[in-house]
């Protein structure tokens, strides 16, 4: 008989065991079955939650070996490597600090916090710590828009005009939702604009580049909720439902982004279009599996949109369900569909490769600064009627 493995897994601990706890748990149990990769591997140490039942629930479910309440008995836990955050974003940054002072790898779910001031010193002790510090942006490891990007960076739409973005929803709309964290300024910083807003705000980062100013404006649709204790009883919304943003990016570029969580007809749809001078890519959640691009030199006659469908051709996807079958084209099968799963398994592989390489993380702690930067800019604009610049901290 010989052993499985003699590889050392990476030991983590969780902090939150609401709806992250269950995407987080999937993707670190099935990274060793996607990756040929030995060494990545995590041994679930311990699962937390002030909800004590929650953390029974997903201890059971996903093979936590322990669970408890107190998110102290992870951060200072000699044997635990690595912290892994999905706390409501009022939580962040108190759990980070410890966890650096502890010297632990965090990697923590968006927005990395409610305000740029407390992502300011996240980022410094992240920075300062010497360990590996990602945000969960879950979006740019996608294969559609990890590929949309090598597009960008091969010069074939050429210098880029005009980034279109949304992230819509409609869930919110119905009012019998209760007010719980997401929609109280103290625990969540903004609404639809920080919940949603932040990963497309990553996005047209991470695609265009960085921001110079911002001018937005804000609506609240619902106002009051029924309370999650009382729901007999209502308390006042304090957060947006729907913020527009016209943005002017550093390399003169400009965009527009919208964020919604209350928006009829409009289900999941992180959608961007990038629009160059010789081309432009456009990209929907709601066609996940496919990037749509269009070349301005092609014949008239066939001048329009192509619609490109992931395959193993596409940066991430070949960990997943598209066979090499040995031809030279390298092409394989394409179009056996993923999913919202595999995005968190991606990241979390990506996040494999930088604990073993010991490089930093994309996204990492600097990102999610400049992302809490742009939406307390918005916030101001929205506020005050004004074009604002985005402050960039140095780090
Ligand atoms: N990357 C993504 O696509 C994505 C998607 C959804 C949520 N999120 C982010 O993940 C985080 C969690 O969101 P969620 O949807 O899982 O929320 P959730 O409300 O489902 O779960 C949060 C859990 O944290 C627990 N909790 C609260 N304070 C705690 C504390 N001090 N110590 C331990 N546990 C505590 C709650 O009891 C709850 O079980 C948020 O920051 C959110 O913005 C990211």
Known sequence: MKPVTNKKPF????????????????????????TDDPEARFDLMRIVDVNE????????????KEFGTDWKTVTRDESIEIVDIATPNDSHCEICLDAFAN???????????????????MARKAVESGKIHMVNFTYRAWPAIAQAKKIIESGAIGQIRHFEGHFLQDHNNDPTIPLHWRFKKS????????????????????????????SATMQRFINERPLV????????????????????FQNGATGTIKAGW??????????????????SIRFSWER???????????????????SILLGRAHPGAELFWFPDLGGESSVGVTAQGMGYGEAFA???????????????????????????????????SAAEGTWQQVHLAEI
């Not at 039942?53 to 936590?64: C, I, L, N, Y």
């Not at 965090?106 to 001031?117: A, F, G, R, T, Y």
């Not at 209350?262 to 081309?279: M, T």
């Not at 494999?352 to 809490?372: H, M, Q, T």
Request: glycine share 10%; with cysteine.
């Open 103 to 121: 010297g632990k790898h965090v990697i923590c779910e968006k927005p990395l916090s409610i305000d740029s001031k407390t992502a300011e010193l």
């Open 229 to 248: 204790e009382d729901r007999s009883r209502k308390g006042a919304v304090e957060v947006d439902d729907f913020t527009n943003s016209l943005i002017k």
């Open 187 to 214: 625990s969540a910083g903004a609404g639809a604009l920080g919940d949603v807003g932040s990963h497309i705000i990553d996005l047209s980062r991470f695609l265009v580049g960085e921001f110079d100013s911002v």
């Open 262 to 279: 209350a928006l009829p007809g409009y289900k999941n749809d992180v959608f961007f279009a990038v629009i160059g001078e010789k081309g």
């Open 288 to 306: 996940s599996n496919e990037l749509q691009y269009f070349d301005s030199s092609d014949p008239a006659y066939l001048s329009g949109y192509r």
């Open 346 to 380: 991606l990241t979390f592989s990506h996040f494999v490769d930088s604990l073993k390489s010991e490089k930093s993380a994309s996204p990492n702690f600097i990102d999610g600064l400049r992302c809490c930067e742009i939406i307390d800019a918005i916030k101001t």
């Open 11 to 34: 030991k983590v601990g969780m902090i939150g065991a609401g709806f992250m706890a269950k995407l987080h748990s999937l993707s670190m149990n099935n990274i060793a079955g996607l």
């Open 53 to 64: 039942a929650s953390a029974k629930k997903e201890a059971e479910r996903w093979g936590w």
